[in-house]
């Protein structure tokens, strides 16, 4: 059974930083690309970033590049977002997600976690 737990949400002010983590167990570490997406009251969910599991590439939506850095550590089998410079638009539950391919697509996903709140106030 696949399992993917999303932590490190919270409370930030304008212009703060939180790093998330998302815990992976139950696949095969190297066959699956990861990526975070967020989902915004009222909104769709959308990408934020990916990475593949051999680390060498990253990919980011515009809005949050120079500011998010996605990350992975090998032994733990974990994944991290971190996020600086945060702004009220960046208030979303954010999810972790796995994928056999670096996409961007939240249907090339096969596995999420449950979700993670992050709330940045102005």
């Known amino acids: 059974q696949v399992q993917l737990v999303e932590s490190g949400g919270g409370l930030v002010q304008a212009g703060g930083s939180l790093r998330l983590s998302c815990a992976a167990s139950?696949?095969?570490?190297?066959?699956?690309?990861m990526g975070w997406f967020r989902q915004a009251p009222g909104k769709e969910r959308e990408f934020v970033a990916v990475t593949n599991w051999g680390g060498d590439s990253t990919y980011y939506r515009d809005s949050v590049k120079g500011r998010f850095t996605i990350s992975r550590d090998n032994a733990k089998n974990t994944v991290y977002l971190r996020m600086n410079s945060l702004k009220p638009e960046d208030t979303a539950v954010y999810y972790c997600a796995a994928a056999r391919a670096l996409v961007t697509t939240k249907g090339s996903y096969d596995y999420w976690g449950q979700g993670t709140q992050v709330i940045v106030s102005s």
């Open positions: 139950g696949l095969t570490f190297s066959s699956y690309a």
